[in-house]
């Protein structure tokens, strides 16, 4: 069983978004392109977004660290530290308030026969 600190790969992935010319960072602690499941630890540094795109499946997001914005058409969600949001499943954006750090968990539908 395999155990990882989330506290220590935000930190990490913070540090790594600081290095970064797009001013984010991103790893996959479960799953990927081959699972339904898949867990990602994204930072983002104070000012970045994720620019408007569809969900890929259900999706939840989970603030590790900071504070961020969701917008879905007319809806805003403001989330800091510690707080979960079920994303909606329509077209969104993500936008890091400040330096920020989020636990993204996708449940996708992966082709039949793979």
Same mark, same amino acid.
């Given at each position: 069983?395999?155990?990882?600190?989330?506290?220590?790969?935000?930190?990490?992935?913070?540090?790594?978004?600081?290095?970064?010319?797009?001013?984010?960072?991103?790893?996959?602690?479960?799953?990927? &392109?081959? &699972?339904?499941?898949?867990?990602?630890?994204?930072?983002?540094?104070?000012?970045?977004?994720?620019?408007? &795109?569809?969900?890929?499946?259900?999706?939840?997001? $989970?603030?590790? $660290?900071?504070?961020?914005?969701?917008?879905?058409?007319?809806?805003?969600?403001?989330? =800091?530290?510690?707080?979960?949001?079920?994303?909606?499943?329509?077209? &969104?954006?993500?936008?890091?308030?400040?330096?920020?750090?989020?636990?993204?968990?996708?449940? =996708?539908?992966?082709?039949?026969?793979?």
């Amino acid at each position: 069983m395999e155990s990882i600190s989330l506290t220590s790969l935000a930190s990490d992935q913070l540090a790594e978004a600081e290095r970064s010319h797009s001013g984010r960072a991103a790893h996959t602690i479960h799953g990927g &392109h081959t &699972h339904e499941l898949r867990q990602t630890v994204l930072a983002l540094l104070a000012g970045r977004d994720l620019a408007e &795109h569809d969900s890929p499946g259900e999706a939840t997001l $989970q603030v590790l $660290q900071g504070h961020v914005r969701l917008t879905t058409g007319a809806d805003v969600w403001d989330g =800091k530290t510690g707080d979960y949001l079920a994303i909606p499943a329509e077209r &969104h954006a993500l936008h890091a308030v400040e330096d920020s750090v989020i636990m993204l968990t996708v449940l =996708k539908s992966i082709p039949s026969g793979q």
